[in-house]
Structure formats: structure tokens, C-alpha cells
């Protein structure tokens, strides 16, 4: 396993940026001709973008997690982007952060490591606005990811973006722009499953969970209670929980258990 930190520059940001990776390597017994060379290369590695909330970096789910020995037991690669506040959208007054993740991203990360382009070998998650952007890549792009699991996430801005704090209010008209379009738009999660529910694409698997005593529990509901009804193909939990780390440190090994082909895949790998 390697844990690699890549700065680089996004022509789509106009701006440096980085990414988090961590990538699981083979350690297959030496060749006879080349006595200590533990390390080989592999096959394309199946991979989940990791995505990070409102108030943290690319470098909070290793720091706050065990991430790295969880995804070492499955081999598979991670990728942990740095988006700021962005609420993984193209900003109305800020840097196209949608444009970002969803295009640039991952032709950056393939083009630096051997990363498959297979739907069936990509997945993304999230913590609170993570989780919004992880419902949002999954259900704006379904054919390009199996799988998207939201904790805890903020996954009805339509509801909740004229909520809260003047300087709340204020900071959403800068990402999103004009409030009252916000409903039905391409940032409403509610209105992007029904949308997908009707066109006949590939369905990736979604799972969502939130603590009963979370803020955005009630959001949570809201978009349960959608997806349900539209009949996605949504896993749901919830339990007892706050908006903290020690129930996402949980809950994100209960994510790459649900994964789909998970369960045993590289159990035996040394």
C-alpha cells in the first residue's frame, strides 16, 4: 500500500490543487533474477473517490480515519480530492469545481495511475457535502459509477440553502447563484433521482446513512423518502449519531463492505 500526495495544476480551476491516493501494490515473492524487488505491477485497479465536507481538505478522511488500512484489506485505490467549499458544483461566483470533479479529476488520476475506466470498478463517497457530491457524480453520471454511498450528507440544498445564518445564505448565493432557481436544477439530488428514474439509464447502487440526532437528519429523510418512491436502488441506515468523525470512522468500513463485489475480492493478497 502507498499513500501518495499530488500536487498538481487544473486548467478547469485555473489553479493548483491536490489529491490524496492511496494505492494498493502487489507484493508477490521475489524473482529469482531480481533478489529484492518486492514490489510488481498489477492489473487496473478498481477505485473510490473519497470526497470531503464543507469545512475540511483533501487530507481529512486519512487523518481523522483509518481509510488507509481499510481500503488495504480490499486493495482497492482511493482518491481523496481537495474542492474547498465548493459544494462540488460549477460556482456561480468561484472556480467550475463541478467541471472539476467530474471531467477532470478522474482524467488526471488515470492519466498518473493505472486506474480502470470500467463502470463496474468505480465507485465515490462522501461525509455531508461530500455525500451531496457523491449523489450527485452517481446520479448526473450513472454510467460511470456502480456505486455511491452519502454519510450524513446534505442532500436536499433545494430545502435548506435559505437556511440558517445571513453569512450561510450569502455563501450558497455565491455557489448555487439565485436561490429560487435552485429547485429542479442540476444541483437538487431530489429532482436529479427523479430524472433518473425515468430515463432508462443504469441505476448505480446508492447507500445512505445519518444519525438520528445529525442536523441534516431531517434533509436525509427527505431524500430517502424520494429515492423510495421513485424506486431506486437505495440501501438505507441510520442509528444514533451526531455530525462527528467517530460515527463516520464506522460507517465508512460499512461503506466498503456494501460495495458490490467486495465481500472477498483480494482477501488473499499478501
Keep these: 500500500m502507498a499513500l501518495i500526495h499530488c500536487d498538481f495544476f487544473s486548467h478547469t480551476l485555473g489553479l493548483s490543487t491536490a489529491m490524496t491516493v492511496i494505492l494498493p501494490l502487489a507484493r508477490p515473492q521475489a524473482e529469482p533474477n531480481l533478489p529484492g524487488t518486492p514490489w510488481a505491477p498489477r492489473r487496473t485497479y478498481q477505485t473510490l473517490y473519497l470526497l470531503h465536507g464543507m469545512s475540511d481538505d483533501h487530507t481529512i478522511w486519512q ?50 495511475f493505472p486506474f480502470s475506466e470500467a463502470r463496474e470498478d468505480n465507485f465515490v463517497a462522501g461525509l455531508s457535502m461530500g455525500g451531496y457530491g457523491a449523489f450527485k457524480l452517481a446520479l448526473r453520471h450513472p454510467e460511470r459509477f456502480a456505486a455511491a454511498a452519502s454519510l450524513s450528507g446534505a442532500l436536499n440544498v433545494a430545502a435548506s440553502a435559505k437556511r440558517g445564518p445571513k453569512e450561510w445564505i450569502r455563501e450558497r448565493r455565491l455557489i448555487f447563484g439565485n436561490l429560487e432557481k435552485l429547485p429542479g436544477s442540476e444541483n437538487d439530488l431530489l429532482a436529479l433521482a427523479g430524472q433518473l428514474a425515468q430515463s432508462g439509464r443504469p441505476q448505480p447502487a446508492l447507500y445512505q446513512w445519518c444519525g438520528t440526532e445529525d442536523f441534516l437528519y431531517q434533509d436525509n429523510l427527505a431524500f430517502r423518502d424520494c429515492a423510495r418512491q421513485k424506486g431506486l436502488d437505495l440501501t438505507y441506515e441510520e442509528g444514533p449519531g451526531s455530525h462527528e468523525w467517530q460515527y463516520w470512522d464506522t460507517m465508512i468500513q460499512r461503506v466498503l463492505e456494501w460495495l458490490p463485489g467486495f465481500k472477498s475480492i483480494n482477501r488473499s493478497m499478501p
Excluded at 78 to 95: E, L
Aim: no cysteine; aromatic share 12%; hydrophobic share 50%.
Design 63 to 112: 487523518r481523522r480515519t483509518s481509510i488507509e488500512r481499510y481500503a488495504d484489506a480490499l486493495g482497492i485505490a482511493v482518491v481523496m480530492p481537495a474542492v474547498a467549499r465548493s459544494f462540488y458544483t460549477d460556482m456561480a461566483s468561484g472556480p467550475a469545481y463541478w467541471s472539476f470533479i467530474s471531467e477532470e479529476l478522474p482524467a488526471v488520476a488515470r492519466a498518473l
